[in-house]
C-alpha cells in the first residue's frame, strides 16, 4: 500500500562496535560487539512530502505506569527529540491502548 507522505534525506550513524554496527543490518536482533550499544544518529532530512496520518500507540502490558507515561510521550512528539521533529506528519494522535494480560 503507498503511503501519501515521504521523507528522504541522509541517515548518519556512528557506535562503539568493533567494525559496523552488526544492530541495523541485524534488525536488531544482532548482539553488539561490545557489552552494552553507546551510539549516536543524525538525520538530515531535505524534504517532508505531506502527512495528516492517523497515529496511536499500543503499549504492552508489561510496562509500568512511569513507562507508559514516558513511552506516550516520546512517540507523540511532546518529550522533544526526534519524534518531534516528525510531529507534523501527524493529523490525528488516536490515543493509547494497553491490552489486558494475557
Known sequence: MASDWS???QCYETCICDFVCPCV??????MATKQSCTFAMA???????????????????RATSDQHEAIAAIASGSAG????ALSGLVGKFLGVER????
Not at 25 to 30: E, F, M, S
Open 7 to 9: 521523507v528522504s534525506g
Open 25 to 30: 543490518p541485524g534488525q536488531l536482533a544482532v
Open 43 to 61: 538525520f538530515q532530512i531535505e524534504e517532508i512530502g505531506k502527512g495528516n496520518r492517523s497515529v496511536g500507540l499500543v503499549i504492552d502490558e
Open 81 to 84: 527529540g526526534p519524534m518531534a
Open 99 to 102: 491490552p489486558d494480560s494475557v
